[in-house]
């Protein structure tokens, strides 16, 4: 069994199946990495470009290749040296009749043999016992008269057609006769009255699509119609979801699972409890370590929040180490001018607390309005008579209810028995006592004690099942498109309002994942980022000089007031425009043909998710289509041809700085506690932009090209702009991470460096070897350039070091430190060094 050293996370569709990953495990297994890290395999809906809408989780997707072609993969993997980790789903599943579930729910109601297995509310006021399906392009009733709505199939088969929509009908509702039946559909396709019949001896409800937020009565992944969530705390539903992983874990071709977001769960530590125990128990009878089998959970964790220590897990899939590296970028004594430029600029004075409470009220009126009256439901069924003791009404309850969600710091509660929760609570509840009146007040009192108590386990999870997604949709697709003040920081899982971290604290951070979970994942780069990782690093220099960014800000606006072609968007979305456009743009030269197209992709579903001057249920097209013509302006006319020069050259005088800032990234991706999971296609530089363009086809045989390239690392760092350092640091480390795994898992972290320090400096040591090190932050005014090497010409400055003889594992010195060394000598103008202890005998190579 492979042990866990680093993953390569590979996104799986038709076109690029399990035979496409299976052709480049040499690749990965040269590269370095000791797992590839799949996204979901099981069946989804037809065309999936993600997995994440599954239709059977007992079944391999034949559209990757089906179960030949899993195994395929699982031996080349094999061969390779490369072990398997699955993302799994067991939250939800797609809302279609192509789920064989769903559609038993459908034709058969209350009585499916699945009908307890998704989270149907059956009693539902108003659903009338049945399932409430908001689905159709118009109110019913036009839709029948239009005829969009009708009754097709054959051979005693029929079902309800809506445009691509095949929905079943009750085996009960027409003519079992094959014979009898067409006539029947004729006779319910020419009469109205009879259509109407028909709908009204279904298990389910048709409805508007516009109602769903006011109108379903089963719980949705997020405020996703197409997506119904699962009671997997159910054994049944439990069993039937894992019962693929869990084969293939016995059978020897699957060593862990990472699963999609626990927090939809309504008991996140007894699932992973029994998920635990039933991956021992497969590896077990496959005659495999239980322990070898790894168990990673998506999480997004608030500023100082930690995974519960009773999970048994090896910890999240690293958006929190995202969130420290991206922050340890950012010059800690800007905010305040980043602040006021912000403000100046769009003329909002609202930090980021205030714009996403502001979205939660809105997302509670409007798209998971329906689940907060379910919400509601449940807490007059747990506090109802001591509130009619004590004269609160449901009026109050709800403005009691809708406050302490409005102000809940973290994504949901689990048992509010340890005191991070309570603490968590008692926040969220003195945040909501200063918005409520004397009676709200009394009301959000019982509710809390309600919440708190033994007996209110079922209030907490619809508690915890509403909380999540709000606090999801309000931060992750509303607030970071409408707070721009540094796009660098509006990144999943991140915290907005931090924009800087000492070295200190981020090794202090470090210090903690290592002993609580020292084989969590430590991400840069995934399927759901905002902005690649080199992007991020980029936009991260304007804090170093925002004065520099102001102006050339002022200065790009008055060429375009000139020219007579201003950004046709109000003042707050420009200025998020423009920092995407400098994040975005390439290294050097001229940008690609696609990239109007690309940028365009992403402010569409800006301003959509913002919400404030478009949105996805009533888009403003006319804007839109004004805002995408700009940019293409921007990329081809001669009237702009100032702005594009401009742009391009204050990109060009940092681009070397952030690139150098993302070498220090992956420096430290790769050399603190954790396991690095390597996002494909990140091996050069990525300057993405969030999903579908961070999603993009790989040119894995340009990289495989690049990881066979044998110039010296100075060479290459004078020859940087396709990326080849990043793939020559990620290979090097990678490769010393094989050779020494004890060193990186179980390696004591000490810092060398200061913490106002703009060098990191720190060493890992175990059994007598030793790793140094030595990673800087560039800035606007303090650029490596053109080229990724430093100037030489003020690094006197010395640093602490072991006493040892050591190899730079870059550029092939060897030293023998005597307890501290200048910059010059530590560097040699690299933006990163990596020493190993001689004696342990890494390769030395140039």
């Known amino acids: 069994m492979t042990v866990l050293r680093a993953t390569a996370r590979l996104q799986l569709h038709a076109g690029f199946d399990f035979d496409a990953a299976a052709a480049q495990a040499d690749y990965f297994a040269t590269l370095g990495v000791s797992h590839l890290y799949l996204s979901p395999i099981a069946a989804a809906m037809p065309g999936s470009t993600h997995g994440y809408d599954g239709i059977d989780p007992a079944r391999i997707n034949p559209e990757l290749g089906g179960e030949d072609g899993f195994l395929r993969l699982a031996r080349r993997a094999r061969e390779c040296g490369l072990g398997l980790l699955l993302d799994i789903v067991p939250n939800h599943l797609a809302a279609a ?24 509310d059956w009693d539902d006021v108003g659903a009338g016992q049945r399932l409430w399906l908001p689905v159709l392009d118009r109110p019913l009733q036009e839709a029948v008269h239009a005829g969009v709505l009708r009754v097709e199939g054959s051979e005693g088969q029929p079902f309800l057609s809506h445009h691509d929509l095949r929905l079943p009908l009750s085996p009960r509702s027409y003519p079992l006769q094959p014979s009898a039946c067409q006539a029947w559909i004729e006779r319910c396709n020419r009469s109205a009255g009879r259509m109407h019949t028909l709908l009204q001896r279904q298990h389910y409800h048709l409805a508007w699509w516009r109602i769903a937020g006011d109108q379903v009565n089963y719980r949705r992944f997020f405020d996703i119609t197409s997506l119904a969530a699962l009671r997997v705390e159910r054994e049944d539903v439990f069993d039937a979801v894992h019962a693929l992983p869990l084969r293939l874990v016995r059978e020897g071709w699957v060593d862990g699972l990472r699963i999609d977001h626990v927090d939809g769960l309504a008991d996140p530590g007894g699932y992973l409890e029994r998920l635990r125990a039933q991956l021992d128990a497969a590896a077990e009878a496959g005659g495999r370590c239980a322990a070898g089998i790894s168990l990673h959970v998506e999480k997004i964790l608030a500023k100082a929040e930690r995974l519960p220590a009773s999970w048994p897990c090896e910890g999240t899939t690293g958006y929190d180490f995202m969130d420290q590296a991206g922050a340890w970028l950012h010059e800690q004594g800007s905010t305040q001018a980043l602040d006021e430029q912000w403000q100046a600029r769009s003329g909002d004075m609202r930090g980021v607390e205030e714009v996403q409470q502001a979205a939660r009220d809105a997302l509670l009126d409007g798209s998971l309005h329906a689940d907060l009256q379910r919400l509601l439901g449940c807490v007059r069924q747990t506090v109802g008579q001591a509130a009619g003791c004590a004269d609160i009404s449901d009026a109050m309850l709800r403005r009691a209810l809708c406050a302490l969600l409005r102000h809940y710091p973290v994504y949901r509660p689990y048992t509010l028995q340890t005191q991070a929760e309570r603490d968590a609570m008692a926040q969220a509840e003195a945040s909501a006592v200063r918005r409520l009146d004397a009676a709200g007040r009394r009301a959000l009192s019982l509710l809390v004690t309600a919440l708190q108590a033994p007996e209110g386990h079922e209030l907490r999870v619809r508690f915890g099942q509403l909380s999540a997604p709000l606090n999801a949709k309000a931060v992750e697709d509303t607030a970071f498109y409408r707070y721009y003040r540094a796009l660098s920081r509006n990144e999943v899982g991140s915290d907005p309002q931090r924009i800087g971290l000492d070295g200190e604290a981020l090794i202090a951070l470090a210090q903690a994942r290592a002993r609580q979970h020292p084989q969590a994942m430590l991400a840069l780069a995934t399927h759901d980022h905002k902005r690649g990782p080199d992007a991020r690093a980029r936009l991260a220099l304007i804090s170093s000089d925002a004065a520099a960014w102001q102006s050339a800000l002022a200065d790009w606006e008055q060429r375009c007031a000139a020219a007579a072609m201003p950004m046709p968007l109000p003042a707050a979305e420009r200025y998020g425009l423009w920092q995407a456009l400098v994040g975005a743009w390439p290294m050097h030269g001229e940008p690609a043909a696609d990239f109007p197209q690309r940028m365009g992709q992403w402010l569409c579903k800006a301003l959509r998710e913002g919400k404030r001057i478009s ?108 990326g080849v350092p990043k793939m020559r640091l990620l290979s090097r480390l990678l490769q010393l ?83 501290s060394a200048s910059q010059a000598l530590l560097f040699a103008g690299s933006p990163v060094a990596v020493w190993i202890s001689q004696e342990s005998g890494v390769d030395g190579q140039q």
């Open 737 to 819: 991470r094989r050779e020494h795994p004890a060193l990186f898992l179980d390696g004591r972290l000490q810092a060398l460096s200061g913490p106002v320090s703009a060098d990191l400096v720190f060493v890992r040591e175990h059994a007598g070897q030793v790793l140094l090190v030595a990673v800087r932050r560039a800035s606007a005014g303090q650029c490596p350039g053109p080229a990724l090497g430093w100037k030489q010409g003020a690094e006197q400055c010395m640093t602490a070091v072991p006493q040892r003889a050591m190899r730079n594992v870059l550029d092939g010195r060897t030293e023998v430190f005597d307890g």
């Open 615 to 722: 949105n996805w249920l009533d888009p403003d097209v006319g804007l839109e289509d004004a805002a995408q013509q700009w940019l293409q302006c921007l990329m081809y006319s001669a009237e702009l041809q100032g702005v594009r020069d401009a742009l391009g050259g204050f990109v060009q005088t940092r681009a070397a700085a952030g690139a150098s800032n993302g070498l220090a990234q992956l420096c430290l991706q790769l050399c603190l506690p954790g396991v690095p999971d390597i996002y494909q296609g990140t091996e050069f530089w990525d300057l993405s932009l969030v999903d579908p363009d961070n999603r993009r086809p790989v040119d894995f045989a340009l990289r495989a090209q690049a990881l066979a390239d044998d110039r010296s690392w100075s060479q290459l760092l004078q020859d940087w702009y396709e």
């Open 97 to 120: 009749p192509q789920n064989p579930w769903w559609s038993d729910v459908l034709m058969h109601g209350r009585r499916s043999r699945h009908a307890q297995w998704f989270d149907i």
